[in-house]
């Protein structure tokens, strides 16, 4: 089992910045990266960024390409979402995830197992 704490939200003007921060633990030997999702209100969620140390690879959503940025602390196991340039249309719980597979995962929240509790993020205008 791996455990997800994510962190980090919270209210800010556009334009401006946050750190989003999501703590794992148990058996994270067993998967190979981690993404982001969010829901924003009325809205599925959906896919944002996510990162594959493994395969050394970063991939990100059209709508925040450019804006944010996702890396990982290895020694604390530890991914972040630095985001950027926020718009109002960022308002979301932000929720962090692992795949269930360590070989082959992508974008799909299907394959994901392990999801953090979401964080709520709100951009004012």
């Known amino acids: 089992q791996v455990q997800l704490v994510d962190s980090g939200g919270g209210l800010v003007q556009a334009g401006g910045s946050l750190r989003l921060s999501c703590a794992a633990s148990?058996?994270?030997?067993?998967?190979?990266?981690m993404g982001w999702f969010r829901r924003a209100p009325g809205k599925e969620r959906e896919f944002v960024a996510r990162?594959?140390?493994?395969?050394?690879?970063?991939n990100y959503a059209d709508s925040v390409k450019g804006r944010f940025i996702i890396s990982r602390d290895n020694a604390n196991d530890t991914v972040y979402l630095q985001m950027n340039s926020l718009k109002p249309e960022d308002t979301a719980v932000y929720y962090c995830?692992?795949?269930?597979?360590?070989?082959?995962?992508?974008?799909?929240?299907?394959?994901?197992?392990?999801w953090g509790q979401g964080t709520q993020v709100t951009v004012s205008s």
């Open positions: 995830a692992a795949p269930r597979s360590y070989s082959s995962w992508g974008r799909s929240q299907s394959e994901y197992q392990y």
């Open positions: 148990g058996r994270t030997f067993s998967i190979s990266g």
């Open positions: 990162i594959n140390w493994s395969a050394g690879m970063t």
